[in-house]
Every structure is written in structure tokens, then in C-alpha cells.
């Protein structure tokens, strides 16, 4: 029998597991994507989500809180059966990620 094994949170070793929440889960999601989105710049949330290895709403919540500290950029596209999906790259200003590095430690404990 193999047991699934999900990616674990840089800064605090927690599991990404589906269904795992603690106080500060969406910082952790969002530090574990920054670099996979600085080496597959221009993929979907869902693209990022198969390459991270979480679940696809666990990589929306995380790029959601990277989006808010303004870390990443993104552009929208028109999906070919109605809709629209984003496609992410690393913020050019390297502030706003430190801003969201210092959250992440004021945060997740």
C-alpha cells in the first residue's frame, strides 16, 4: 500500500494535505508557490496546481494572499468555453514580495 504524500510549507514544515488548514495556511501556500511561478512563469492556477502537487483551491488561496501583497502579476485570457483564467509571473517589484516574506513570518507560527 503507498500512502499519498503532499509538499510541505518552507517556512513551517507543515503538510499541504487536502483538507489542511491552520492559522496562516494561505501565506504558507502562497510562499511554497513563489518560486515554482518564478520557474513556470506564465502558467494557470491550475498549471501551478499540477506542478505543486496541492490541490487546485489550496493554489488559488495562495495565489490570492500573493495577489494581495501585490507579489505576483497576472494577466487574464479569455477561455475558449467562456470565462477567463490567469496566467502568473514573480512581481517585478522586489518590495511588495518582501512585504509578503514579512507577513509570512508575523503570521505563520
Keep these: 500500500m503507498q500512502t499519498a504524500t503532499f509538499p510541505f510549507c518552507p517556512h513551517c514544515g ?8 491552520w492559522h496562516g495556511a ?5 510562499l511554497y508557490l513563489l518560486p515554482i511561478i518564478g520557474s513556470h512563469p506564465g502558467a494557470s492556477s491550475w498549471e501551478l496546481s499540477q506542478v505543486a502537487n496541492i490541490p487546485y483551491g489550496d493554489t488559488q488561496k ?5 495577489r ?3 507579489a505576483v502579476e497576472y494577466v487574464a485570457e479569455e477561455k475558449d468555453g ?12 522586489k518590495t511588495a514580495i518582501r512585504r ?3 507577513a509570512v513570518n ?4
Design 14 to 21: 507543515r503538510e499541504f494535505a487536502p483538507g489542511a488548514s
Design 26 to 30: 494561505n501565506f504558507c501556500k502562497g
Design 62 to 66: 495562495g495565489l490570492l494572499k500573493l
Design 68 to 70: 494581495d501583497f501585490q
Design 82 to 93: 467562456g470565462g477567463q483564467r490567469f496566467r502568473y509571473h514573480l512581481s517585478q517589484d
Design 100 to 102: 509578503f516574506m514579512d
Design 106 to 109: 508575523a503570521t505563520v507560527r
